[in-house]
Nanobody, 126 residues
């Protein structure tokens, strides 16, 4: 069982930065792939970024490549999402998720994830 709690959301102007954190409980955090997803009002939840559990390979949605960076600190049981050059279209509720799958995959589908946090709101003003 893994419990996830996001923090770091808020209101920022376009071009600004935010760093989201996702604190995980559970001794086996290091064996889970982690991902960030977001859901904007009236839209379906979409993949943002993922990081694998062993080799820390990362994957990003095209819309955030070059602007966002996912990382993880196993000692702190925490995964981060550094968001730079934010745009109004990045406004959404951001959720982190944990996957127990150990496949050679990009972890870019929400069906691959077993545990979810409640989400944190990110609002980017123009």
């Amino acid at each position: 069982q893994v419990q996830l709690e996001e923090s770091g959301g808020g209101l920022v102007q376009a071009g600004g930065s935010l760093k989201l954190s996702c604190a995980a409980s559970g001794r086996t955090f290091s064996t889970y792939a982690m991902g960030w997803f977001r859901q904007a009002p009236g839209k379906e939840r979409e993949f943002v970024a993922s990081i694998r559990w062993r080799n820390y390979i990362t994957n990003y949605a095209d819309s955030v490549k070059g602007r966002f960076a996912i990382s993880r600190d196993t000692a702190k049981n925490t995964v981060y999402l550094q968001m730079n050059n934010l745009k109004p279209e990045d406004t959404a509720v951001y959720s982190c998720a944990a996957s127990a799958l150990h496949f050679n995959t990009n972890y870019d589908h929400q069906q691959m994830y077993h545990y979810w946090g409640q989400g944190t709101q990110v609002t980017v003003s123009s």
